[in-house]
């Protein structure tokens, strides 16, 4: 299980809970936190659920997401990264975005107004895609200065 899919979840009925990875004094592992506050974890190492002596009460389908969150071996619980392609030649930024038809550099407004029209707009990419638009040298472009990361909260579920 990832843990955008676990916190999406655990949303739906508690938004004080939240989980997140963590190097915690007994290894890393998987961590629950209730407003901000670590509840209780698990370690990648231990069976054990340790939790915290001001934890409060904690629904059990929480518990069942910090288990199956502990079952996920720790590489596959992060999404992958994504990323927004810029250019710039000093005074003006334009970001790449896909269309239905294919790509185009545009500026903020222009995202904008694509997206408004429902033209198909794409302008998040992930690392796999990034990869791919690089391999396909149709951009020549420093592609070490174009990416900027995109954090996951600002990513679509489309």
């Given at each position: 299980m990832k843990l955008s899919e676990a916190n999406?979840?655990?949303r739906g009925w508690d938004t004080s809970i939240d989980f997140i990875e963590a190097d915690m004094s007994d290894g890393h592992g998987v961590v629950l936190r209730q407003s901000g506050r670590n509840s209780m974890w698990m370690s990648d190492d231990s069976e054990k659920v340790l939790i915290t002596y001001q934890a409060d009460e904690v629904p059990y389908e929480s518990i069942k997401l910090l288990y199956a969150?502990?079952?996920?071996?720790?590489e596959e619980r992060e999404d992958e990264k994504n990323f927004r392609?810029?250019?710039s030649n000093?005074?003006?930024r334009q970001r790449l975005v896909r269309?239905?038809?294919?790509?185009?550099?545009?500026?903020?407004?222009?995202v904008k107004n694509y997206s408004a029209a429902s033209y198909g707009v794409k302008d998040i990419f992930t690392k796999s895609e990034v990869d791919r638009l690089r391999s396909n040298g149709d951009?020549?472009?420093s592609w070490d200065k174009a990416l900027e990361e995109v954090p996951g909260d600002e990513v679509s579920d489309d």
């Open positions: 999406k979840r655990v969150l502990h079952e996920t071996p720790a392609v810029f250019i000093g005074m003006n269309l239905r038809s294919g790509y185009i550099f545009c500026d903020e407004n222009g951009f020549n472009i």
